[in-house]
């Protein structure tokens, strides 16, 4: 992927991002707080965690470590920490924890430019390329070659390449997840409709959403469908039908959306609400989102990847499980993978790839696969009763490894961020029928023309 050769400094980096990223605030990241405190206004929440009794010599010292996600999701990455603990017992990891991944990502540009960043850091694919443009990621690969006890070829091949940059391995990813369909198994059952089968089609997909729709004994209005209006969810549908998002992955110079193919999928994505009515509308998605609607047994049908997994197993009022995507042509699906980064103004560099070693092998990715926050990277825990147990739901697991062949990635690029914002912007425009299809495909390829000029200098 062609990357502007041109160095940014770092501070442009954090001015860059926060306009890219128009959910997140601009402070910098909060001072230690005592564990499990939690402001709930978008704070980060600083969980300082005891070193455990010294059993062995071992490594000394203290990291901090950011992450993003819901507090089911925070209770895989406290695992991990906890089990690092257990063979380390002499060092410190502080997770910062900032539960919004939009203001995780602008505490991230402001620590880097405050000359502060974490050691350590969570990182979403379609989000590094300004990073490591930037280099202020410390390279993973050397690290990895150098390893007794971890090798690339343990992990799925998928998930590695979409962190490497100009042919070295930057971040280890912890999933190799993708855009699954979660549904309400009661749902499907008490409206007589077979089950989601592992190759069904867009037709069955529409059909079932239609006769799932309805309205409840108690007035209240279930919808076949929530999927938010964003490329990384029509994308996969662009792909099965044959198209494509842009004209060329390694070196992309515009948008593909209004070719015929790519725009055929996604009408048919904007009929699910503008026709056919099974999505909720835009006032509706405002008052509640479309995770909360599942949960709440209003959703019969949930696109999300791996990540939502966690609090759906809190779940206790219905039976659920995952299905993959329905297929136009042919399968495919959409890499969703974070990874964890080292900061290369790191004071404390073995450690930092001390504990991502251990995140990262067997007994770390097996506590995360347990908790159901990943689809591991390792292959040995992805094949393994730690991630396939059935008793705990999804029944369905293999779904998403079955779906690994088939998944693509979208481009890896200084400017996808602002690329995304854009035609995210048009397609939800489109889908809430604010603005007619042609329209709104044609000023996402005009407000993008320049961020992919920016990509290629």
Request: with cysteine.
């Amino acid at each position: 992927m062609r990357i502007s050769k041109s160095r940014w400094k770092v501070v442009a980096l954090a001015a860059i991002t926060s306009m890219l990223l128009a959910s997140c605030g601009t402070s910098s990241p909060a001072a230690p707080t005592s564990a499990g405190s939690n402001a709930g206004d978008g704070t980060p929440t600083v969980i300082n965690e005891v070193p455990g009794t010294p059993q062995v010599a071992g490594m000394t010292g203290t990291i901090s470590f950011q992450v993003f996600g819901d507090p089911a999701e925070l209770a895989a990455f406290k695992s991990v920490v906890e089990g690092f603990k257990e063979v380390q017992p002499g060092a410190t990891v502080n997770i910062v924890h900032v539960p919004d991944q939009g203001d995780h990502m602008t505490r991230l540009s402001t620590s880097f430019a405050a000359g502060s960043p974490p050691d350590v850091w969570l990182l979403n694919y379609r989000r590094y390329g300004q990073f490591a443009a930037e280099g202020v990621i410390e390279p993973i690969g050397p690290l990895l070659e150098k390893s007794t006890t971890l090798k690339e070829d343990m992990y799925y091949q998928e998930a590695l390449n979409a962190f490497r940059y100009k042919g070295t391995l930057m971040c280890l990813p912890q999933n190799v997840s993708n855009l699954v369909v979660y549904y309400n198994k009661d749902l499907f059952n008490k409206a007589g409709i077979p089950l989601p089968a592992r190759d069904w089609t867009w037709a069955d997909f529409v059909n079932a959403a239609q006769r799932l729709t309805s309205v409840d004994a108690g007035g209240q209005k279930i919808y076949g469908v929530g999927i938010e209006p964003q490329i990384i969810r029509v994308a996969p549908f662009i792909w099965s039908n044959g198209g494509d998002i842009v004209d060329n992955w390694e070196h992309p110079t515009k948008l593909t959306l209004q070719e015929p193919l790519a725009r055929e999928a996604i009408q048919a994505f904007i009929d699910l609400q503008v026709q056919y009515k099974v999505a909720p509308n835009e006032a509706e998605a405002k008052a509640e989102n479309v995770e909360a609607r599942f949960i709440n047994g209003r959703l019969a049908m949930y696109f999300q990847s791996r990540a939502v997994t966690p609090a759906l197993r809190e779940i206790n009022t219905f039976d659920w499980d995952v299905a993959p995507l329905p297929r136009f042509k042919q399968p495919a699906s959409i890499l969703h993978s974070d990874a964890y980064c080292i900061s290369a103004a790191s004071q404390h560099k073995d450690l930092a790839w001390a504990f991502v070693e251990y995140a990262q092998g067997p007994d770390g990715q097996r506590r995360a696969a347990e908790l159901g926050r990943t689809v591991p990277s390792l292959k040995s825990i992805a094949n393994s009763p730690a991630y396939l147990n059935p008793a705990k739901r999804p029944a369905s697991n293999q779904v998403f490894l079955d779906a690994i062949p088939t998944m693509k990635l979208v481009p890896i690029m200084s400017t996808w961020p602002k690329i995304e914002n854009s035609v995210n912007e048009q397609l939800e425009r489109a889908f809430y029928a604010l603005t007619p299809l042609d329209n709104a495909l044609q000023i996402a390829v005009d407000q993008t023309k320049q961020s992919f000029a920016d990509a290629n200098k």
